[in-house]
């Protein structure tokens, strides 16, 4: 069973994450790597050094609104 310290500290993480995004403009983002088809590329390299990142924003807000959920629950079978 996960920890209230647990999940309060992944979600300091993901803000952490979410705040060295910088200036954000509309859109979803979240951090993905790619890899090309150009014969030759870096991202072919062993190991490959894939092209981005590029960041797509939804999947942090997801976790972040996952694990505020997951915490909530927590505290509410907490004895007071």
């Known amino acids: 069973m996960t920890t209230e310290a647990e999940l309060t500290g ?3 993480r993901i803000k952490a994450q979410l705040v ?3 200036d954000l403009r509309p859109g979803a983002l979240s951090e993905q790597y790619n ?8 991202c072919k390299a062993d190991p ?3 092209h981005g ?3 797509q924003l939804r999947g942090l807000i997801d976790e972040w609104v996952d694990a ?3 915490l909530d ?5 907490q004895p007071r």
């Open 20 to 22: 060295a995004l910088g």
């Open 73 to 77: 629950r927590l505290r509410r079978t």
């Open 48 to 50: 490959p050094a894939k």
């Open 35 to 42: 890899t090309c088809r150009s014969a030759g590329c870096r």
């Open 68 to 70: 505020a959920i997951e």
């Open 10 to 12: 992944r979600i300091k």
């Open 53 to 55: 990142p590029y960041h």
